[in-house]
């Protein structure tokens, strides 16, 4: 281990972006946990494909992909907040949309 200055331009917790030293661009820092999360969604996108239940595994997918693309809408709008270039050059979307799902409370 040793211990290095970073630029940290976002410390939002579980969304911190910050550039590590002798990096032309900004990275995203996932913490353990929330990595987890990730890899546990990608597991559960593929034990309903092996079930064969591709309505689960697209609902899956799509659970996945919204914790990735909300990692990424956060640091692209991160970097244009402080005026950097987007490594990826132009500003993705999510193609296709993610899904939109209703509010399933009701008011009584």
């Keep these: 281990m040793y211990k ?10 579980n ?19 929330s990595l987890s999360i990730l890899c546990h ?3 559960a996108v593929r034990r309903e494909l092996d079930r064969g239940d591709l309505e ?11 914790l990735l693309w909300g990692r ?8 244009e ?3 950097l270039a987007l490594p990826m050059g132009d500003r993705l979307e999510p193609d296709p949309p993610l899904e939109e799902y209703e509010d399933d409370e009701t008011d009584l």
């Design 72 to 79: 990424l809408e956060h640091y692209q709008a991160v970097l």
């Design 81 to 83: 907040a402080h005026d």
């Design 41 to 43: 969604a990608a597991d």
């Design 15 to 33: 969304y911190a972006v910050m550039r590590h030293p002798g990096r032309e661009n900004p990275g995203s820092l996932i913490q353990g946990d």
């Design 56 to 66: 689960e595994a697209l609902g899956e997918l799509e659970y996945l992909r919204e």
């Design 4 to 13: 290095a200055d970073v630029e940290i331009y976002a410390d939002t917790s």
